[in-house]
């Protein structure tokens, strides 16, 4: 019994914590008031800031003297700016170039 209180208490967690920080843009930033300068400056650089970060995590493990040479990911890459540039639809590119580097790994580069 102990089990389902302690499940039930951690999703209420979760929950709260999720309603929090969804909530507080809300609490800090309502009724008009304009958020600080540096609030405004993180919003403009830490996109493209993780999103480097995770295009470098991902290609950590790519060795370009063995196996596909990094071919797949070079083109997914290639593919998810162009698609990106041409569109400016992040999740038609995600989403592309996620599904064409599963073609490649999984039937052309095996």
């Known amino acids: 019994m102990s ?19 969804r ?12 958020p600080a300068k540096w ?5 403009k650089v830490l996109p493209p800031a993780l999103m480097s ?10 060795n370009l003297f063995a196996g596909s040479h ?10 998810a700016m162009g698609l990106h540039i041409w569109k400016g639809n992040v999740l038609l590119s995600l989403g592309v170039s996620t599904v064409l580097y599963m073609v490649l790994v999984q039937l052309v580069f095996v």
């Not at 089990?3 to 920080?21: N, R, Y």
């Not at 843009?25 to 008009?32: A, R, S």
């Not at 970060?53 to 790519?62: R, S």
Request: hydrophobic fraction near 55%.
């Open 3 to 21: 089990d389902c209180w302690t499940s039930i208490g951690i999703v209420a967690a979760m929950a709260g914590v999720t309603a929090l920080t």
């Open 23 to 34: 909530y507080a843009p809300f609490i800090f930033f309502g009724h008009g008031k304009e």
């Open 39 to 43: 609030i405004v400056y993180l919003g």
């Open 53 to 62: 970060v995770l295009i470098i995590y991902c290609l950590k493990d790519v």
């Open 70 to 79: 990094g071919i797949p990911e070079i083109l997914c890459i290639g593919v």
